[in-house]
T-cell receptor
């Protein structure tokens, strides 16, 4: 099992550009989530999904879109990147929301 | 609302014990604990559920006081490998919206 994979590992964007962070898991987990991690702020939930076709907002959803067309994939879209979105982004999955979460290796995003 | 962790940082010698606390202002159904090493992803340690069920490591224990909405993580006889940042995450019943604390940086020295 590859577990949770994320691409790319590093990305530099200019303000206003759009991009999609990819996340995939091969553990047949229903629950998937996206977090951003900033120094001193811990992990903050952006969006989550409890199954294919179902998504919901977390603590800091503004500026981000998600979709869940399959159980395996949960991409995060930045519509118009801003410097405030410079962060490390982690994708996670679990059997259910209230179980051990498996985190991907992260994507370090810099917006200039 | 994010749970509050204390202390923010702690430095230990090998073999010493440490306690990390996590408190929330809202009713909790579960508390999750994760450890993250520098430049790596968080790794699961333990879940405590309302009602007392506990799942996790043998060498690291934790408590969950539902009435006080607090949890504590106990690391005994610390090893160098315990170094990292510890995060607690909290969620209410049927609530998939997990909130994490700001973290406690633990450094274990030889």
């Amino acid at each position: 099992n590859a577990g949770v994979t994320q691409t790319p590992k590093f990305q530099v964007l200019k303000t206003g550009q759009s991009m999609t962070l990819q996340c995939a898991q091969d553990m047949n987990h229903e629950y998937m989530s996206w977090y951003r991690q900033d120094p001193g702020m811990g992990l903050r939930l952006i969006h989550y999904s409890v199954g294919a076709g179902i998504t919901d907002q977390g603590e800091v959803p503004n500026g981000y879109n998600v979709s869940r067309s399959t159980t395996e994939d949960f991409p995060l879209r930045l519509l118009s990147a801003a410097p405030s979105q410079t962060s490390v982004y982690f994708c996670a999955s679990s059997y259910l929301g209230d179980n051990e979460q498996f985190f991907g290796p992260g994507t370090r995003l810099t917006v200039l | 609302q994010q749970p509050v962790q204390s202390p923010q940082a702690v430095i230990l010698r090998e073999g010493e014990d440490a306690v990390i606390n996590c408190s929330s202002s809202k009713a909790l159904y579960s508390v999750h604990w994760y450890r993250q090493k520098h430049g790596e992803a968080p790794v699961f340690l333990m879940i405590l559920l309302k009602g007392g069920e506990q799942k996790g490591h043998e060498k690291i224990s934790a408590s969950f006081n539902e009435k006080k909405q607090q949890s504590s993580l106990y690391l005994t006889a610390s090893q160098l490998s315990y170094s990292g940042t510890y995060f607690c995450g909290t969620a209410g019943y049927n609530n998939n919206d997990m909130r994490f604390g700001a973290g406690t940086r633990l450094t274990v020295k030889p």
